[in-house]
Structures are given as structure tokens and as C-alpha cells.
Nanobody, 124 residues
């Protein structure tokens, strides 16, 4: 089973850009689609976006569409979340999750492989 570690979260100002990384170890990373989720204090974990095993398919939540981009480098066993034009409402702990099925990666309740999360704080 693959293990995931997120990194890159920090305090930024509104309008800034930030790139998060999700590094994998364990089984062949290219066998897994990867999703990004976020959880603000007191709220449910929300879908942010996902990428297929080869990187040929991506989809995003409406709240981040046009601002966030997910990419992957299977040679480096890493998936990236590029976040531009950050807003205070983007403040949350960001998690990556992996699953063999791309279609499963929209609902956190069905996912078992998670990283530990990385905190992104956007100040106004």
C-alpha cells in the first residue's frame, strides 16, 4: 500500500501563490489516482481536485476551478497542487489521498489512504 506525505503549507497573504506536494512511497505510485481535499476548522473535509493515474484527467471543485491546478510526476512519485490567487476562505488543512479508482476520489468517506495533512493559512 502506498504511503503519502504532504508538504508546502504555510502562512501566505491573499492573492499569493503556493504549491503543495504529495510525495508517495511504497507500491507503484502510477497505479493510483490522487485527490486533494481540505478541511477548515469545524467543517467537513471537502473535495478540492483529483488527477488520474497517468495525469491525463483532472477535475476540480467549483470553488477552486481556474485558480488551482493539479499535476503529477510519476518518476518522482509526487503529485502537486498549484494554488494561485489564494483567498482567506482557502485556509484549511490540505490532504492528499490515493485510490486505484479515479472515480472514487470525490468523496472522502470512501478513501482509506491519506497523508497527514499540511496547513495553509491565507491572511487578508
Amino acid at each position: 500500500q502506498v504511503q503519502l506525505v504532504e508538504s508546502g503549507g504555510r502562512l501566505v497573504q491573499a492573492g499569493d501563490s503556493l504549491r503543495l506536494s504529495c510525495a508517495a512511497s511504497g507500491r507503484t505510485f502510477s497505479s493510483y489516482a490522487v485527490g486533494w481535499f481540505r478541511q477548515a476548522p469545524g467543517k467537513e473535509r471537502d473535495f478540492v481536485g483529483r488527477i488520474s493515474r497517468t495525469g491525463g484527467l483532472t477535475s476540480y471543485a467549483d470553488s477552486v476551478k481556474g485558480r488551482f491546478t493539479i499535476s503529477r510526476d510519476n518518476a518522482k512519485n509526487t503529485v502537486y497542487l498549484q494554488m494561485n490567487s489564494l483567498k482567506p476562505e482557502d485556509t484549511a488543512v490540505y490532504y492528499c489521498a490515493a485510490d486505484p479508482s479515479y472515480s472514487t476520489l470525490v468523496d472522502y468517506r470512501y478513501l482509506e489512504v491519506w497523508g497527514q495533512g499540511t496547513l495553509v493559512t491565507v491572511s487578508s
